[in-house]
């Protein structure tokens, strides 16, 4: 049986000889972060996958982010490691029911997070990640935002922006969208000299009470650049172990188990390594119009971003 570093060393070995690059979200496990060419957020890898230079990208992430790396570079082959990885929240809101909902309102943008699926994207004005949605809505013409799906996000965009209006649907991220002040409480009672860093994705309550509310990389970078020495993490929970190794002088504790995305922690490193081997993974293949017409939201992503 080969061990994990033997492995490792083969998956290098068949990125050069297959002209790949492997980009990692930052809620993958730290074996994974090992064999990335690129770790960052939602908007990291978007904008990582355009410049990119290689014919073949593995995508460690979920389902929307090798989409979203398809839909930015059509003439590259983008690979999902491990097939079931999918983000619930994506798949929250049918086309049909997003084209009903622009009927309803036919005067407001329609600003679709970033997890959602191309389809969705292919109705949407523009997209958003988590590090670019104020900026984005800030930096839009109309004043009137259908935001899509995740209404704790939108909200926390709605408070930075009062001058804007808008309007939600139902929805969220289980994980996230499951902490409570009862989580805080409990976290600060335990830990009473951390600092709380939370994803905009939870409750409106729980950013309350904040000391810092950011995308994944605004966490680790806040985390990292602090003089603080206690954190209590309140977004996935690789985010804490993958701090620990960053800074072995610090402590983190997750604000709650429930952060535990299991889609994120689907793919395994030898799902990485057998599709570098063609055994496995699934190949992100959308036709013309789904690309062409997705593909102008996230270019006003970026244009406003
Ligand atoms: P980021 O935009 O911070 O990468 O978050 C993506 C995500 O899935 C959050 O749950
Ligand atoms: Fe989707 Fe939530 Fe998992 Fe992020 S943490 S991929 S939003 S289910």
């Known amino acids: 049986m080969p061990s994990v570093q033997e492995i490792k060393n083969e998956i290098e070995r068949l990125k050069k000889e297959t002209d790949t690059t492997i980009l990692v979200h930052a809620y993958q496990g730290q074996d994974i972060f090992e064999i990335a060419d690129y770790v960052g957020d939602s908007y990291g890898l978007a904008i990582k996958a355009q410049d990119d230079p290689s014919k073949n990208i593995i995508m460690c992430g979920v389902r929307f982010m090798a989409e979203t790396a398809k839909i930015l570079c059509p003439n590259k082959r983008v690979f999902l490691p491990n097939p079931t990885a999918g983000c619930p929240m994506a798949e929250q809101l049918t086309k049909k029911e ?20 191309a389809e969705l994207k292919t109705l949407a ?98 985390a990292k650049n602090s003089d603080h020495k206690e954190f209590v993490i309140g977004t996935e929970v690789s985010i804490v172990e993958h ?33 570098l081997k063609g055994m496995a993974g699934e190949e992100i293949i959308l036709d013309d119009p789904t690309i062409e017409k997705a593909r102008h939201s996230l270019d006003e992503m970026i244009r406003l971003g």
Not at 98 to 117: I, M
């Open 98 to 117: 997003l084209q009903a909902l622009k009927e309803q309102f036919p005067d407001h943008s329609v600003v679709a997070y970033v997890n959602t699926t």
């Open 243 to 275: 701090l620990q190794f960053d800074c072995p002088d610090k402590k983190f504790y997750a604000l709650s188990n429930d952060l535990l995305c299991s889609d994120m922690k689907a793919t395994t490193l030898m799902d990485v390594y057998n599709t």
């Open 125 to 222: 004005d523009v997209c958003v990640t988590s590090s670019c949605a104020v900026e984005v809505c800030r930096n839009l013409e109309n004043d009137k935002i259908l935001f899509i799906p995740d209404p704790n996000l939108g909200s926390y965009v709605a408070e930075k922006l009062p001058e804007k209006q808008f309007r939600f649907i139902q929805g969220g991220c289980p994980h996230h969208y499951s902490m409570t002040k009862e989580d805080v409480k409990k976290a600060k009672a335990l830990h009473p000299d951390a600092l709380l860093l939370v994803h905009p994705e939870c409750p409106k309550d729980v950013v309350e009470e904040a000391d810092y509310v950011g995308a994944t990389t605004g966490i680790m970078n806040f």
